[in-house]
């Protein structure tokens, strides 16, 4: 029998998972087995994607079992793209850290928790009721919080624990939800809600708490004071990872709640209000983008800016109902050129010693591989053309405009200018003239071509934006 | 077939520009003139109409050769193949030649790729990156001077990429898809025209926008000055032609817009540009004032609609005319700068006087066949139209005496070899400009019209000569309403910087201390505010307020 | 009787969150949270007995794995803090965000 793509898509969550158990076993083995099973990770992730290309949407139940006792399955277009997302920035990363990590005693634990962080994720966007979601969520949360804290310093240690008291709260918000949720249906089956979703007090409720929880763990404005510090102290792979897919999944979460749960409890005041948040985190966090003195604050600022943009998707979707499309490839598109430009950080940090912005010019001089990938993940992210951004915005400004959404659009294209403003700022110091720095230390190949490589997918994505839309078109939640 | 020679026009430079800057790769550069040659063999081979889909590439795009697109094209291969091989002699020992190859090659792709885009998303992609990657060209050689060219160039470039997406996205929004035959089905909005007139006429030079033009092109290695001002700007022209509409019953306010700030331009710049002394700078100039002349063609399309495929036909073939002589004149420039000899001038004078109409040269061709379709115009102000038309070729005739000179004047500035990659695609150039257009068009009409403003702009510029001997000519910066501009944009700043702070303090300090104080404050109040959010009460307060906040919203 | 608790686990929550705000050691910050999840589980049972017949058994399943996922969450939580005992010699939360005076 030939497998489906449910079933590749089972092992994308059991593959990660047994190479986490092996390489908390044996860490000294970690990096090879971390290669070995990101590879086959992936290779069940592209299984899954074929899968849903071929015989549409698919959901199951684990084992056999079906709601409510067993756990679901779902795997649809949009599921397929976040596996996706994850395997190919996954990959990358996992190959950089290869280079990044030296000392052993990071690296045994490094491993194991990014394994299992990555089997957390897919299982989360694989899961298709509420509870489960809970716990995919919490443990995300916790594999997350513990790589922040892998560094071992007081910034990264203090950085975390503020990062897991956060986390908690919002699972806990949003279990609250799940249990109003289960009161009023009796049912946790995500498409079976969806259809018995009245608008009713219970429900507003528990959407309000879910929501929120998961805004927390987003770090949307005015809740992302969490995130700089904990993506800034983090190891470079380690906020590549936090900054480019965590914050995505938590994201996805709440698309997929209104996507498939929520739809009648949509108002325009609701709409305006996520919208606004967004664009407050738009402002603000390109505002602070520009002023950061430190290279991976800056780009950590950066996502809290893009981060705005996912939340466009509310008022958007009041306007132009498939406007949640160009957001998730906005998203797709983010998460490539994010964790490019934080693996890019960390190859300047490694190679000059610190990010001080003001002195990384002449090490900048002297890895132009780097700064090039740089550069094109930095394009992406202002959305100029020839890279996955620029479709991104095209199609965010489309979708805007087919409504008359005139106020979004200008948005979109201001929140453009004001990355091309922090991207510059760092990019500036590269054509600068200044002094050689004889500190500079030789970042290992596989650091430089892994980043490039990633940078290069966002270029690619730039060009695959039809299919990236077909994929997300087989939308199989509402049956 | 047809599809694959077709993306392969754009592709080509695009392959080549990936592994042009690798270390070890410096070999391939000697490549950088052959990447046209699929776009010279769409011209040759391709017959009007061939067009090809890509529905998986980027959102889908298509490719498509039609009349005017295959002179663009014809145009557009000549002189980036002229300029590449010419660039490979210039930069000959010079550093960074890898990082020049690259942007020269990515802005070939777009200019190459533009010209055969018939969807808004190609157009768009491929306008932009050879908008952005000749910011890298500018700045090629370095220096502060230069790097202004570029940051003044960058910034109009910009802005000229912002209002063009948002006029594309509006009309592809009106139009319902963004192919150029559904987008011509749609008529065109006020604000979308003036959206694409501005962002199209930043590139055309179309006064007041052209400020970047004088700058930018003689801060650019010579090649890409040739390029620039030969193909690079037409992108401009042509978008127009694509996007604005032509065909139909006319549009008499955007006509008129368009005459009168083509022949405004066409003065204006010649005037301006007599009154420079470098010679790159004075050809800039007479790129403005000749484009000028192309967008007065254009505007009469929207008034004379009758005439308006000869009219269309005719601007095409301006087009055609002047980049091939500009490109040519440029490519001299980085000649004589290495050899002033008496037979480098009286080649390069060649396409001087084309420019400036010279009868039975490609110019006076491009003259007549703009203007004779007005003779047969029943509307009195087209009379008008025509002398002002003619009068323009003394002003050019004036600024191609006043280049000729100065550039003999200031002699080889920097003597050297003359490598065959500079003299032959420069003589080749030379040559196409004289025979191009005829092979394409046909014959002339009368002479006369094209003589005496010729004769006349000679005898101004031996008595210009003898009168000005000893005279000062009076300055005009490059760059010329820039400046004011520039410093009422500083004067703005300083004001609006100083206003809270003049009951404050009635001493003036330096303005760009007061701009970073201002700035740190800004970030000192934001830091503040950040650190306030960070507080762990506030978070608890935030969360809170947000819970509150959602359950309202979710009740409105 | 439902009402009751049902009350009970939402004033649990609201406590919970209270002192998740306002107590600054960590170790209470994590007990507050405990409470929190508490609070969520009392309503999930309180929520088992709906209409009076058999109590529903899904509730109970949830409350379960939500008990061995809240007893990981601590220990982990109880870890780290002990890390950051040892590493910065107080059991706070740092006062400053982490962020570089720019």
């Known amino acids: 029998m030939f497998a489906t793509g449910l079933d590749w898509a089972a092992w994308a969550v059991a593959v990660p998972l047994v190479g986490a158990l092996l390489a908390g076993l044996l860490p000294r083995l970690g990096p090879v087995l971390g290669l070995v099973f990101g590879l086959l990770t992936a290779l069940a992730v592209a299984g899954a994607v074929m899968g849903v290309w071929h015989e549409g949407p698919v959901r199951a139940g684990l084992g056999g079992w079906d709601v409510p006792l067993g756990i679901a399955l779902s795997l649809d277009g949009l599921a397929a793209l976040m596996l996706a997302m994850t395997a190919v920035v996954g990959l990358a990363v996992s190959i950089y850290a290869l280079g990044y990590l030296r000392s052993s005693q990071t690296r045994g634990k490094f491993w194991a928790l990014w394994l299992w962080l990555w089997a957390s994720m897919n299982a989360l966007f694989l899961s298709g009721d509420v509870f489960n979601i809970y716990v995919t969520l919490e443990l995300v949360g916790l594999a997350a919080v513990a790589l922040t804290a892998l560094s071992g310093g007081a910034a990264a240690l203090g950085a975390a624990m503020r990062y897991l008291l956060v986390s908690l709260l919002g699972s806990l918000a949003y279990l609250m939800g799940v249990a109003l949720l289960y009161g009023g249906y009796g049912v946790l089956d995500l498409a079976a809600l969806g259809a018995a979703m009245e608008p009713d007090k219970v429900s507003r409720l528990a959407a309000v708490l879910m929501t929120v929880g998961l805004l927390m763990k987003t770090a949307l404005f005015p809740l992302h004071v969490w995130l700089p510090p904990a993506h800034g102290s983090a190891p470079a792979p380690v906020s590549a990872v936090l900054s480019a897919l965590v914050v995505k999944a938590s994201f996805y979460l709440i698309l997929r709640l209104w996507l498939d749960v929520f739809p009648v409890l949509t108002v325009p005041g609701f709409e305006l209000f996520m919208g606004a948040l967004g664009a407050g985190a738009l402002l603000w966090g390109s505002l602070l983008a520009l002023r950061a003195a430190r290279l991976k604050q800056v780009v950590a600022y950066s996502t809290v800016a893009q981060l705005g943009y996912l939340f466009l998707v509310f008022p958007l979707m009041a306007v132009t109902p498939g406007a949640w499309q160009a957001v998730v490839f906005f998203a797709l598109a983010h998460a490539c050129a994010k964790a490019t430009v934080f693996l890019a950080a960390g190859s300047l940090q490694k190679a000059a010693g610190h990010d001080r912005l003001a002195q990384l010019g002449a090490v900048m001089r002297k890895e132009p591989v780097t700064v090039f990938a740089f550069g094109i993940a930095g394009a992406s992210l202002v959305g100029l053309p020839l890279t996955g951004g620029f479709i991104a915005k095209w199609l965010l400004v489309d979708v805007a405009l087919q409504g008359h959404a005139w106020g979004w659009a200008s948005l979109v294209l201001a929140g453009g200018l004001l990355a091309g403003g922090y991207v510059f700022r760092v990019l500036g110091h590269a054509f600068g003239r200044g002094s050689v720095n004889p500190d500079h230390r030789p970042v290992p190949a596989v650091m430089v071509w892994s980043t490039l490589v990633l940078a290069l997918v966002s270029v690619a994505l730039g060009f695959a934006g039809a299919a990236s839309l077909e994929l997300l078109a087989l939308h199989g939640g509402r049956t | 077939m047809t599809a694959a020679l077709l993306l392969a026009v754009p592709l080509l430079p695009l392959l080549l520009a990936a592994l042009v800057p690798w270390r070890g790769m410096t070999r391939l550069q000697w490549l950088t003139p052959l990447a046209v040659l699929p776009g010279l063999a769409v011209v040759l081979f391709l017959p009007d109409g061939s067009h090809a889909s890509y529905p998986w590439l980027i959102m889908g795009m298509d490719l498509q050769l039609d009349a005017t697109g295959r002179v663009f094209l014809l145009l557009t291969t000549l002189l980036w193949g002229a300029a590449g091989l010419y660039g490979l002699g210039y930069l000959r020992g010079q550093d960074h030649t890898a990082r020049y190859h690259l942007f020269f090659l990515l802005a070939m792709a777009g200019n190459l790729g533009l010209v055969l885009a018939a969807d808004a998303v190609g157009f768009y992609l491929f306008f932009a990156l050879m908008s952005l990657s000749s910011y890298g060209l500018v700045v090629h050689a370095g220096g502060d001077a230069v790097y202004r060219a570029g940051r003044i160039y960058l910034i109009m470039a910009v802005v000229g990429e912002l209002l063009l997406f948002a006029g594309l996205v509006l009309h592809v929004s009106a139009a319902g898809g963004y192919h150029f035959s559904l987008m011509a089905a749609t008529p065109l909005q006020p604000v979308t025209a003036a959206l694409l007139l501005i962002g199209f006429g930043i590139k055309a030079g179309l006064i007041p926008l052209h400020v970047w033009l004088p700058l930018a092109h003689p801060a650019a290695p010579t090649p890409a000055s040739a390029v620039l001002s030969g193909a690079m700007i037409k992108a401009g022209l042509l978008g127009w032609l694509r996007l604005l509409q032509l065909e139909g019953p006319g549009w008499e306010a955007l006509g008129w817009l368009l005459v009168t700030l083509g022949l405004a331009g066409a003065f204006l710049a010649a005037l301006v540009g007599v009154l420079q002394s470098r010679p790159k700078t004075i050809l800039a100039y007479s790129s403005i004032s000749q484009m000028g002349l192309m967008i007065c063609g254009v505007g009469l399309i929207f008034l004379l609609p009758d005439l308006g495929d000869l009219l269309l036909a005719a601007v095409v073939l301006y087009a055609l005319h002047h980049g091939l002589a500009k490109g040519a004149l440029f490519l001299g420039v980085g000649i004589v700068e290495r050899r002033r000899a008496p037979w480098v001038l009286a080649v390069l004078a060649v396409p001087a006087l084309a420019l400036a109409g010279l009868p039975w040269t490609s110019g006076a061709l491009a003259k007549q066949s703009l203007k004779s379709p007005l003779y047969e115009a029943l509307p009195a102000w087209v009379g008008t139209v025509e002398t002002l038309l003619t009068l323009a070729a003394v002003g050019t005739t004036l600024l191609m005496a006043r280049f000729l000179w100065c550039l003999w004047i200031k002699g080889a500035a920097r003597p050297g070899a003359l490598p065959w990659q500079m003299w032959v695609p420069w003589l080749v150039l030379s040559f196409a400009a004289l025979v191009l257009p005829w092979v394409w068009a046909g014959e002339a009409g009368s002479a006369w019209s094209l003589i005496w403003p010729l004769i006349l702009g000679v005898v101004l510029s031996l008595a210009g000569l003898l009168a000005w001997r000893g005279l000062r000519v009076p300055q005009v910066p490059e760059g010329d309403v820039l400046l004011p501009v520039e410093g009422l944009a500083r004067w703005l700043a300083r004001t609006v910087r100083s206003a809270p702070r003049l009951w404050q303090t009635a001493g003036d300090g330096p303005a760009r201390a007061r701009l970073r104080l201002a700035w740190r404050r800004t970030r000192h109040g934001a830091a503040r505010l950040e650190a306030g959010l960070g507080r762990w009460e506030t978070v608890g307060i935030v969360f809170m307020a947000l819970l509150v906040g959602v359950f309202v919203s979710l009740w409105v | ?102």
């Open chain 3, 1 to 102: 009787m439902i009402p009751l608790y049902l009350i009970g686990g939402a004033a649990l929550f609201a406590l919970g969150l209270h002192a998740l705000v306002v107590r600054r050691h960590l170790v209470l910050k994590v007990l507050a949270l405990n409470v929190m999840g508490s609070g969520v589980f009392m309503v999930l049972l309180a929520l088992a007995a709906r209409g009076g017949a058999e109590p529903d058994a899904v509730p109970h399943a949830l409350v379960l794995t939500g008990i061995v996922v809240a007893v990981s969450a601590t220990a982990f939580a109880l870890a780290l803090i002990l890390r950051v005992k040892a590493v910065t010699g107080r059991a706070y939360l740092p006062e400053r965000n982490g962020d570089d005076p720019a």
